[in-house]
């Protein structure tokens, strides 16, 4: 199986890289922005603590984030892999994932590492905001606390990858098309390795 962990700050270009993946892959997407997304409209309990934590600019916790994944993967059947978009934002939750897949027999192949210089990640966001109507996206001061966030909390788990030989960077400017076949090309390395 291919396990990929696409890994970026907000405003990296992986939900639209991920997409591109599924496609070609034929890859089952784990966001955890897209099942928090689904707890907030059932408005389940979890989707309005992960509501309050959202708003604020701040990561969910740790179990929370993780057992919804889990959950997920228990309820997908007859798959190529998966793509974890936006997770693991921890390294306590990357242990967790590692030892997860592990226990399911399948790790994770490979962490793709979209890098963006963070002026660009500003300009993305803004005009994401104005096309998406996100909240989270039109205002600077949040933008810029989900940026520090990202590289006090988040950058680390890429450290967690670059350890075990799984860490692979790819330059995040440049046309979809351009990043998505460099992206290909070590999901195709990834590959051949297993």
Known sequence: ???????????????TQSEKLISKYNLTHISTGDLF????????ELGKLAQKYMDDGNLVP??????MVDDKIKNTED???????GFPR???QAKALDKLMDGKGTPISG?????VPFEE???????RGKVSGRADDQNEEKINNRINVYQEETLPVSEY????????????????????DKISEVVDSLSVEK
């Open 1 to 15: 199986m291919l396990n990929i962990v696409l890994f970026g700050p907000p405003g990296a270009g992986k939900g």
């Open 37 to 44: 997304r689904k707890h907030l409209k059932e408005g389940t």
């Open 62 to 67: 740790d179990e929370v984030v993780i057992g």
């Open 79 to 85: 798959v190529n892999g998966f793509i974890f978009d």
């Open 90 to 92: 921890t390294v306590t």
């Open 111 to 115: 962490m793709i590492a979209l890098e």
């Open 121 to 127: 990640l500003r300009t993305r966001l803004l005009e």
């Open 161 to 180: 990858y670059k350890e075990q030989g799984k860490y692979n960077a790819i330059d995040g400017v440049g046309s979809i098309d351009k990043i998505f």
